[in-house]
């Protein structure tokens, strides 16, 4: 059972949406259960974020309760969690603090605490690729030569004074031909268009041939089965 | 190991420090450029703009607050351009870690400045889950999806609600995203109900939707901070984005500068190395 | 092949079903049946006729060829160096939900690299993001270390829930590689601006590193950062290639078949846009 049923509703699921998809939602049963079932789903998903915050406390409190190591930050989870979510759901008319509206603790707490340091975090990358950059473009053989050499183009281009150079380089040495022009026209839309088309085909193929795995039961890891 | 492996092998602590030290130097000393349209970001502009005044635009707030150096700057223009051009705004977003909020605070901000009304002029949606469900079902009714708005007012009482019942009702979809959301716009939305639509990404996605754009399923496309400062000058809407460049510039040409003495350190090792096998 | 008699007569069905299209076109949006999609619904037939034509063939015992992925044959190598070094291995199956496919992937090449290492007594750790995805990684990795045998070596804790948010994971895996120092980093499934803080640190602290990733925007910096890469469906690909399964094998092929249409249909719509009369044949594949 424990392994049937997922399965069965899977591929119900699964089914269900493929037909109503050739289907007048006007017209037809099936189209109106397609937009139903769509209703229900955004159900189903505010109860799988409710999900993730049952399960994170729990995960958190088990480490806390048997005193692992690092539990303070465990400890410092939860009261993140109960003090961001504990004002926000109670209701604005009995205080401005409560509710997510500007004024609010939520609202303060995320953007002077979560705001800056999420900012921070994906800052940090402007270090980390200029590091990955310096040791991973090298010439060391033809690709790698062009690998260097279009992201070197491409880098100048995306900044004012580097398209000023480029500009400068075309007419001095080239006679006037324009540089950043071609960089989108022959880089951005040329070889790096066809490169992404080829690479999204190849990856929508690849997760159609899986759903339809998981549909038909024969993937089944979603489950926890190998 | 002699000074061009040492180079070679430089602590990349020296390359974080001089990166830091790039993105300081325009805050003390400030530095404005010239700063060219991409043919991509004209042609979203051109595409909002020729809009009648009091269309219906979706702009969505798809983004994380990691990148809103190089996203809000996009939402922001773009909220300039539709309210100087009286477009009614219907902000929505798949967005659950903040996405509401900084819709909500976004959209406020500047509808103050042209004395747009809520409810009138611009609703937020805010957000809710699967995005899957929600942008096919906001194809057959907006409001099954969205029963009220982000502060919990029904969308029966918000008169701009009463004239945008699904995506036949709205005339384009701005989707400003830092994730691959924008795919499942277009092949969703536009794809399905044909609503035209453009996009502003950060400019690790941007490449990726090129391919959108020249299919012609996406009108325009701006990317990273350098698209967002196209539009905040198409749109006379000077911002945090045209103030960056000064920093983006310096940091690129610090990496440039960074891979060229890498390679220097690298052949001229490698000639060092062969002259002491001769 | 066209010695088969199913495949005569899908083949037969298909071209009718073409030749049918232009009329189709015609009628009103009005009708039961969605006639402006049958384009979409020839190609959900053929996609699913291909795959489960290679799954059964794959079953029959065909030989099917998939050429070699080098990161996937690097996986055994980096696990063994892990070994030897009396290290461990370190595995991320993306930081995305349960219901992302892209983890599912990373998930399904979870269970065959424990499978190694349970092998090996090499040391795993698998730090996740989501809950779901932590109940998921246990039961795979268990069952796998009760395939190989090796049940008393199997731990709760090799799967490990870290944190839910983006960057605090990232923090916190950034911290266990920096005091750990793993031999082998495989990173499989679904990375966003995290991929090259995870990689680059990963580098400094000496490991191998493997990846794996179906986003394009995030593949040059695994690339610039990683010593194998697996690109777009190369991913999706792990599983069948790590596995030989028949049946996963069989899907693999199944897409491969539909890349060789899509390949001479645009080959074809060279020609004929070329030569000008493209006009008709753009039109049946234009989604709706």
């Given at each position: ?16 949406m ?8 006007e017209?037809?049963?099936?189209g ?6 769509l ?18 406390t ?10 692992k190591e690092?539990?303070g ?28 509206a500007?004024?609010?603790i939520?609202?303060?707490l ?8 999420m ?12 590091s ?5 473009f090298?010439?060391?053989n ?17 900044i004012p004074?580097?398209?000023a150079?480029?500009i400068?380089?075309?007419d ?9 022009e ?6 951005m ?6 490169v ?9 193929l ?5 759903s ?6 024969i993937?089944r890891?979603?489950?926890g089965?190998? | ?8 092998a430089l ?6 420090l ?17 700063i060219s349209?991409?043919p991509?970001?004209r ?5 909002v703009?020729?809009?009648p005044?009091?269309s ?5 707030f ?31 977003t798949?967005?659950?870690?903040g ?15 042209y ?8 609703v ?6 699967n995005w ?6 906001m ?7 969205y029963p009220a ?25 701005f989707?400003?995203?830092d994730?691959?959301?924008v795919?499942?716009w277009?092949s969703?939305v536009n ?19 090129y ?18 400062a196209?539009?905040?000058l198409?749109a006379?809407a000077r911002?945090?984005?045209?103030k ?7 940091a690129?040409?610090v990496?440039?500068?960074m ?20 | ?17 073409v030749?049918?299209?232009?009329f189709a076109?015609a ?26 034509l290679y ?14 992925i ?13 070994t ?11 930081i995305q ?10 998930i399904?090449?979870l ?8 092998q090996y ?19 795979v ?5 009760i ?11 090799i799967?490990?829930?870290?944190a839910?948010?983006q960057?605090?994971?990232?923090a ?18 679904a990375?966003f601006?995290e991929?090259?803080l ?15 990733t179906?986003?394009?925007e995030?593949?040059p ?11 777009g469906?190369?991913?999706y690909?792990?599983?069948a ?13 199944g897409?491969?078949?539909?890349k ?12 004929l846009m070329?030569l000008g009369?493209?006009d ?9």
């Amino acid at each position: 059972m424990r392994t049937i049923v997922p399965v069965i509703v899977a591929f119900l699921a699964g089914f269900v949406m493929i037909v109503s998809f050739f289907f007048n939602p006007e017209r037809t049963l099936l189209g109106r259960i397609e937009s139903e079932v769509l209703v229900w789903v955004t159900i189903v998903g505010g109860f799988t974020l409710l999900l993730g915050v049952v399960s994170i406390t729990r995960v958190n409190w088990q480490a806390v309760r048997t005193m692992k190591e690092g539990w303070g930050y465990n400890l410092l989870t939860l009261l993140s969690i109960f003090v961001m979510a504990i004002p926000a759901m109670l209701p604005a008319s009995w205080s401005q603090l409560f509710g997510d509206a500007e004024g609010s603790i939520y609202d303060w707490l995320f953007f002077h605490v979560d705001y800056p340091m999420m900012a921070t975090m994906f800052a940090m990358l402007a270090f980390y690729i200029a590091s990955a950059a310096y040791r991973a473009f090298r010439a060391r053989n033809p690709e790698s030569t062009l690998l260097l050499v279009t992201a070197t183009l491409v880098m100048l281009w995306r900044i004012p004074m580097g398209e000023a150079f480029l500009i400068q380089v075309g007419d001095t040495l080239l006679f006037g031909y324009n540089l950043p022009e071609s960089i989108n026209t022959y880089i951005m839309n040329g070889a790096n268009l066809a490169v992404q088309r080829g690479i999204l085909i190849g990856a929508a193929l690849g997760a159609a041939s899986m759903s339809l795995r998981i549909m038909l039961g024969i993937e089944r890891t979603y489950m926890g089965k190998g | 190991m002699n000074f061009w492996d040492k180079l070679g092998a430089l602590d990349r602590r020296w390359i974080y420090l001089l990166v830091a030290l790039s993105v300081i130097f325009p805050l003390i000393v400030p530095m404005s450029f010239k700063i060219s349209i991409t043919p991509e970001a004209r042609q979203l502009f051109e595409a909002v703009d020729a809009l009648p005044d009091s269309s219906v635009v979706m702009l969505t707030f798809d983004y994380y607050p990691s990148t809103v150096a190089e996203t809000e700057p996009m939402a922001t223009a773009a909220l300039h351009h539709l309210f100087r051009k009286d477009c009614k705004v219907v902000t929505m977003t798949t967005i659950p870690l903040g996405g509401p909020s900084m819709a909500e605070r976004v959209t406020r901000t500047i509808a103050r400045e042209y004395n747009k009304d809520y409810g009138v002029d611009f609703v937020n949606l805010g957000y809710k889950a699967n995005w899957v469900a929600v942008l096919k079902g906001m194809g057959n009714s907006i409001e099954a999806i969205y029963p009220a708005d982000n502060s919990g007012a029904p969308l029966s009482e918000l008169p701009l609600m009463a004239t945008v019942k699904n995506y036949d009702d709205v005339s384009f979809i701005f989707v400003v995203a830092d994730n691959d959301i924008v795919q499942n716009w277009v092949s969703i939305v536009n794809a399905q109900y044909g609503t035209p639509m453009g996009a502003g990404v950060t400019a690790v996605g941007a490449p990726k939707y090129y391919a959108f754009v020249g299919s012609g399923q996406l009108t325009g496309l701006l990317g990273g901070m350098k698209g967002a400062a196209e539009y905040e000058l198409l749109a006379d809407a000077r911002g945090l984005a045209e103030k960056g460049m000064g920093m983006q510039s310096l940091a690129h040409l610090v990496i440039i500068l960074m891979v060229i003495v890498g390679n220097i350190a690298f052949f001229a090792g490698r000639w060092s190395q062969k002259g002491k096998v001769r | 092949m066209l010695r088969h008699l199913r495949i005569r007569f899908l083949l037969t069905l298909l071209l009718t079903l073409v030749a049918d299209y232009q009329f189709a076109v015609a009628q009103t949006s009005d009708d039961i049946f969605r006639v402006d999609r049958i384009n979409a619904l020839i190609t959900f037939v053929l996609f699913s006729i291909a795959i489960l034509l290679y799954i059964k063939w794959a079953k029959e015992g065909k030989p099917l060829f998939i050429r070699k992925i080098a990161g996937l044959d690097a996986v055994e190598e980096a696990v063994g160096r892990a070994t030897e070094m009396g290290k461990s291995v370190l595995f991320i199956p993306g930081i995305q939900e349960i219901d992302d496919i892209e983890t599912i992937a990373g998930i399904s090449i979870l269970g065959r690299v424990a499978k190694i290492t349970a092998q090996y007594d090499t040391p795993l750790v698998v730090p996740v993001r989501y809950p779901m995805v932590l109940a998921a990684g246990q039961e795979v990795v268990e069952q796998a270390y009760i395939e190989m045998g090796k049940r008393d070596s199997y731990n709760r804790d090799i799967v490990r829930y870290v944190a839910g948010e983006q960057f605090a994971f990232t923090a916190t895996v950034n911290g266990m590689m920096m005091r750990d120092r793993p031999a082998a980093n495989i990173y499989m499934g679904a990375f966003f601006a995290e991929s090259l803080l995870l990689a680059e640190t990963g580098n400094a602290a000496g490991s191998i590193q493997i990846a794996g990733t179906a986003r394009p925007e995030q593949l040059p910096f695994f690339i610039a950062a990683c010593d194998y890469t697996l690109m777009g469906e190369e991913l999706y690909a792990a599983s069948a290639y790590l596995s030989h399964e028949p049946l996963m094998l069989g899907g693999l092929k199944g897409q491969d078949l539909m890349k060789v249409l899509i390949i001479v249909s645009i080959i074809i719509g060279i020609v004929l846009m070329t030569l000008g009369f493209g006009d008709a044949f753009r039109n049946l594949f234009e989604a709706v």
